[in-house]
């Protein structure tokens, strides 16, 4: 819950001074820095306590989106970045969160390595177009950002895939029953 909290936090930030100010930048980095550990640290302690739950895998990918997501629009927003990017991120996100909601009576679909790597891409690529970077670093964000996309696409190929055989696992298991 905390990375919902910080979000509008992390948005007053990032859009003070028109969203030029370095200091500010700095600022809006750190606040979204500390909202993405807050996810790793989380993880680890729902992992090390037994603490998994149905509604922890549901909330903890939609705390994830609205974190990314508010990046990517303040961002776009900024003309930082293509909005191409920021739609072809939400539409995924979206559509997998949708996903998750249309299986979830058969099961829950975790995070795969895959997703949570993409994630990983999309947190750095994100902080890299946070930063007040010099120009001859700006390649490397671009690079990090276009990554990010082909492996938000990849895995939402995948959570496709993954919704269609649960689902239909499910419905075998209530024919059968």
């Known amino acids: 819950m905390s ?3 910080l979000v509008p936090v992390f948005l007053h930030l ?3 001074e028109d969203g030029r100010d370095q ?3 700095l600022a809006a980095f750190a606040v979204f820095a500390i909202a993405s550990v807050t996810d790793h640290v989380d993880g680890n302690l729902a992992r090390k306590h037994g603490l998994i739950t149905d509604f922890g895998k549901i909330a903890d990918p939609i705390a ?4 990314t997501g508010a990046a990517l629009v303040g961002l776009s927003l900024l003309g930082e970045l293509p909005w191409w990017i920021t739609v072809v991120i939400a539409v995924r996100e979206l559509g997998v969160t949708l996903l998750r909601f249309w299986v979830i009576r ?3 679909i975790p995070a795969s390595r895959g997703g949570k790597a993409k ?4 947190i750095f690529a ?6 007040p970077l010099p120009d001859a670093l700006h390649a490397v964000a671009v690079i990090s950002m276009y990554a990010a996309v082909v492996l938000t696409v990849v895995t939402g190929v995948d959570y496709v895939i993954r919704a269609f055989k649960l689902r ?4 075998r298991a209530v024919a059968g029953a």
């Open 119 to 122: 994630t990983l891409v999309q």
């Open 106 to 108: 058969h099961g829950v």
């Open 14 to 16: 990032l859009f003070a």
């Open 23 to 25: 200091a500010w930048r």
């Open 64 to 67: 994830d989106k609205a974190l």
């Open 3 to 5: 990375r919902l909290v």
């Open 168 to 171: 239909a696992r499910g419905k």
């Open 126 to 131: 994100i902080g890299l177009y946070l930063l």
